[in-house]
């Protein structure tokens, strides 16, 4: 048998998976991970983003990658063109499986597949209906969710707070959850190389606490903000970092002049490489509202950061207050600064959290356990 011959055949066997997926941030450090430690002998991987993803990030990572205009927000006429944009291409790649990352992307390719022959996983990396949204787009959504689990083979819970949520709200029955902690792709973290302090204009010798994500509502930015303010009262040599971007960005920059911040805290903007910023974090904070997950804390932890995180969904399960990191309640900007000030006076403590996040990350939520997880289970809804 001839080596063409032989490809053939192991291409035929290939399990081919067409992922769809519309917000970047972590959905998209989420999508590299998952795909760079994928088995390729065994699994094809086809990528389907927003205009919000660089396609180039993803070459050598999966097999192809298309680009679909998603409107973030509903909008009926620009939904149904995203349906029908998917639905070509469903047809040109004939997937065994389709995989829909977050609620917006489960929705459009839900409605792109319907009659097709494949199966349908479904991971919404934190429900929509969690958000801090009004009652009435709450029940919309939890509704939405109803309507499109039958058409749904298997929903990928990140955390097992997105899986509780799931059974009070009566998402779907129990047999279609499973739960399949993120991962991170701890070679690209050991790659990193940290940035430079003086390009930043960061004296060496100062603390630097950072906080990676994007500038939206739920990662609040403005508590962060507020935070640095009260931490640059007890610590005046201390400098702010906000790596990331985000539509709230304008309103944030605002808020550093207000609070007299303008020479100690920078916004980065999006980087390709927030590990590398993360690594000259001497206290890393993520105070989100609410979290599926939060892929930023392990990111943190496995730099050896230690972490300040708010007291919410994923993030209590990743965090065991004191022990690998500190817990805060949420939109509480002093309790935030508190813990952040107790870290940086007292090197045991830092030391501490610093050693069990490491292993914390290497124990629970490294990238290959994820990869090895979802492959078991696109060989189980195939069965």
Known sequence: MDISSEDEIVSAERIRVLHVAEPAGGVDRYLRTLFRYTDNVRIENILVCSQHYAP??????????????????????????????????????????VYAHSSKSGALLRMADMGISNKVIYNPHGWAFEMDVPDKKKKMYRQIERMQTPFTDRVICISRSERRAALREKICTEYKLSVVWNGIDTDEVKKAVPVSREALGIPEDIPVIGMAGRIVEQKAPDVFTRACALIKRKIPSAYFLIVGGGRLRPQISDMIIRLGLTDCCQITGWV???????????????????????LAVPEMMYCGVPVVSSSVGGLREIIADGRNGLLVPPDDPEKAADAVIRILDDQALMDHLRTNGRRTVLRRYDGRRMAEEMEEIYGEVLC
């Open 272 to 294: 390709d490489n927030p590990y590398s910023y993360m690594k000259i974090f001497d206290v890393g904070v993520l105070l989100s509202r609410w979290e599926g997950f939060g």
């Open 56 to 97: 180039g990030d993803y070459e050598g990572l999966c097999d192809a990658v298309e680009n679909v205009d998603m409107a973030h927000e509903i909008s009926p006429a620009d939904d149904m063109r995203s349906v029908a944009a998917i639905r070509k291409l469903i047809h040109k790649y004939s997937p065994d499986i």
